[in-house]
């Protein structure tokens, strides 16, 4: 077992800084942003299990040869007393290690998902009270503004916002480009998936690859959701649209204008040739793969 633990400390480590490093760095990630989504994801779970994994099954080795045996083993050895006559004190180290670990990710995601959904919900409060609905795009608020700007408010309460200014700089089709990006927005739930990453950088924000996967992550959601509306419109009125409309969202909002908004623009103007069918798959299943990893090196130590 402790050849596992020492295999899955690795794989965490290296999850968590040069894979993540290189990932975000990459140029496919742009070709595929929603394969690249799933790969972050798993890296995320992967990275995670893995190095809460190496410090319970090193602290764990005493008991048996594999973590089920020794998990069976431990009700055992704490009936019969034998609990600490088994651990050594680097088994003791590896087991606190691998509880503060954990509490400090599920401290750090409920921390920030509260503080989330807090500022959300202040936002959505002064929203109903100075925003007025706009019967031609249903779901969708006007703001008497004239800044241009256009968000969403992620939520089960979801709003989507525009202002008075970009309703009076964008023609119509420009304007149906902005909310179609902003309703791929809602409707695939990228706060939830940015979530995560920013609750791991903000867990460890002196490891420099956990924040390029915060960083590379928001990027992503945004080329998906200018993917999702490209299809929809022209991707000259798009492009336009997101130059005139290049203002900053609220805390709390995902706003089409988060990132690279001139790259961005590129990639819409000049969209990059999408992925050859057998990477596309081969994309997936390493996520996948990526993702099962740990828990199959636990279950077969």
């Known amino acids: 077992m402790e050849l596992m633990a020492l295999g899955l400390l690795l794989l965490g480590v290296l999850l968590a800084e040069p894979a993540s490093r290189a990932l975000a760095a990459a ?38 040869r594999s973590l089920l045996e020794a998990l069976a083993a431990v009700p055992h050895a704490v009936s019969e007393g034998r609990l600490v006559e088994q651990l050594h004190v680097s088994h003791v180290i590896a087991l606190v290690a691998a509880l503060a670990l954990g509490l400090r990710l599920l401290g750090v995601l409920a921390a920030t998902t509260l503080r989330t959904l807090r500022v959300r919900r202040r936002h959505r409060n002064l929203l109903d009270v100075l925003g007025t609905p706009w019967p031609a795009a249903p779901g969708a608020q006007v703001l008497d503004h004239p800044v241009p700007v256009a968000y969403c408010l992620p939520g089960r309460s979801a709003r989507l916002v525009v202002s008075v200014g970009a309703l009076t700089s964008l023609d119509p089709p420009e304007v149906r480009a902005v909310l179609a990006h902003e309703r791929a927005h809602l409707r695939e739930r990228h706060d939830l998936v940015v979530l995560p990453f920013v609750a791991w950088g903000a867990t460890a924000p002196f490891v420099r690859g956990m924040v390029c996967a915060q960083i590379a992550v928001a990027a992503l959601v945004e080329m998906r959701a200018d993917d999702v509306a490209a299809a929809r419109v022209a991707p000259a009125e798009l492009s336009t649209a997101l130059r005139t409309v290049g203002g900053s969202a609220p ?46 090196a636990v279950l077969i130590s």
């Open 27 to 64: 140029a496919w990630p742009a070709r595929d942003p929603v394969g690249a989504l799933l790969v972050w994801q798993a890296v995320g779970l992967s990275g995670g299990l893995a190095l809460l994994g190496a410090g319970i099954v090193y602290g764990l080795a005493p008991f048996g």
């Open 251 to 296: 805390a709390g909002a995902l706003s089409s204008f988060a990132c690279a908004l001139d790259r961005r623009i590129d990639r819409i103007t000049s969209p990059p040739r999408p992925l050859p069918r057998p990477l596309w798959a081969l994309v997936r299943l390493a996520a996948v793969a990526l993702a099962a990893a740990p828990v199959a």
